[in-house]
């Protein structure tokens, strides 16, 4: 890959240095400089907190427009599981689905679908592998980022499949490629994102060198416009679509629930996410089999690209997902085993590549020179006062003690000194 590449942008126009994105961000990505928040770009992890927490709207996501689709000859939606809490319990998705290929898809595949695969293979590969406990959910991408700059010993136990989304992605274009004779560069895939590490995700996949999907359309960008065109609808198709199990997914514990395995924790917002990573890395949750971590409170459904209150739309999917009987839904034919078999030897489900620590803080490349700054941190952390107020425009003393040594700011900036 080149250039890493980030989903989340700052608007400094409307920016008033409020200091809320800076005091929740989980990586200490953020400082207020000359009244103006600023993100340290190799920190970032893009979990979208900035996004849900700035009064101001100057936190945004860099998504695709319905414009590029024009670069492309067949172009597929992926809708994220999401999307069945953005609507009713009562709505026909097939009619949503309707209204999604008015806007300018040719097709639409079920992100659920993919869910349903997955489902099936993470358990038999729990079932049948010794695979160092507890195993760690790669299903949230944020989650994945966060591991990669501040939990890196736990990197060996996040399980080696592909997101959801990525799975879904492979599995539409290698359909339309099959079915329409169309090239692999001919095939637009969109992912409609409820968030914007899924973004970055496509545009810096993990353990892939190169994801399937094409681009990201932001969920509350297409929202309107889906329902408008609902109500132009004539006609419904029946779509493939997930089971209840894969909906399910869209919620925190929705996975773990589908997988079937009994000794699981399922935490959701990224505060309480670093918490039981660090007890994890700590050797304090070894006798647990399964960590399902997602980003957002609610799970996905609490993603900031959404347009539903993330209570009730986790109260959507919890009743499509748990009190729905599969009599319901058409039954996935995606899950049957000389399916499941084909999408793994032919590499839609496992990763390719290994994830590599990303180190947030490298003092210096030598090492003597890297102690001596340590020291010189230390030496500025016990001058300042220890409140972690954040006034100086860094989340807390230490950070601005990092912040110094490495250039980016002065003790001077603390109001107390």
């Known amino acids: 890959m080149g250039k890493y590449i980030h989903s989340v942008l700052l608007n400094e126009d409307k920016c008033i240095g409020c200091t809320h994105c800076m005091r929740r961000c989980p990586t200490e990505a953020i400082r207020v400089r000359n009244k103006k928040a600023h993100i340290i770009k190799e920190r970032c992890v893009d979990c979208g907190e900035c996004i849900r927490v700035c009064p101001s709207h100057a936190q945004d996501s860099i998504t695709d427009s319905l414009d590029k689709l024009k670069e492309f000859k067949y172009n597929i939606a992926i ?31 079920d992100e659920g679908i993919a869910a349903d695969i997955l489902s099936v293979t993470i358990k038999d590969m729990i079932k049948n592998n010794n695979l160092p406990k507890p195993i760690i959910s790669s299903f949230c991408p944020a989650v994945l980022r966060l591991i990669q700059v501040r939990f ?16 879904a992605g492979r599995i539409a274009k290698d359909m ?11 095939v637009g895939v969109f992912y409609l994102t409820p968030c914007p590490a899924k973004v970055t995700s496509i545009k810096n996949p993990i353990g892939i060198k190169d ?20 109500k132009d609808v004539e006609s419904i198709c029946e779509y493939e679509r997930a089971t209840p199990s894969g909906i399910g997914w869209a919620r925190v514990g929705g996975q773990s629930y589908s997988i079937d395995v009994d000794n699981y924790i399922a935490v959701d917002g990224i505060e309480n996410v670093i918490n039981i990573l660090e007890e994890i890395e700590l050797g304090k949750l070894d006798g647990v089999v399964f960590f399902e971590g997602l980003a957002c409170i609610g799970g996905c459904v609490g993603g900031p690209l959404n347009v539903e209150n993330p209570f009730i739309a986790k109260s959507i999917v919890r009743e499509l997902s748990t009190k729905a009987t599969k009599k319901e839904y058409k039954s996935s034919i995606y899950i049957e085993d000389k399916y499941v078999d084909y999408y793994l030897k032919n590499g839609f489900i496992n990763w390719t590549e290994n994830i590599e620590p ?47 040594v490495r250039g980016f700011a002065n003790v001077e900036d603390c ?3």
């Open 79 to 109: 809708p994220g599981i999401t999307l069945y809490g953005q609507f009713s319990s009562k709505t026909d998705m097939n009619k949503v689905y309707e209204g999604i290929k008015m806007l300018g898809f040719d097709d639409v595949f």
């Open 152 to 167: 890196s010993s736990l990197i060996d136990n996040i399980i080696t499949v592909e997101s959801a989304m990525e799975v």
């Open 176 to 186: 339309a490629m099959k079915k329409y004779g169309y090239k692999k560069e001919e």
């Open 211 to 230: 994801s399937s999907l094409d681009g990201a359309i932001a969920i509350n960008k297409i929202y309107g416009e889906i329902v408008k065109k609902m």
């Open 358 to 404: 990303k180190g947030i803080l490298t003092l210096d490349d030598d090492i003597q020179k890297a102690i001596e700054k340590f020291e010189k941190i230390e030496e500025i952390l016990d001058f300042l006062p220890g409140l972690d107020c954040g006034s100086c425009g860094a989340p807390t003393c230490r950070a601005l003690a990092e912040d110094v």
């Open 415 to 417: 109001i107390f000194k």
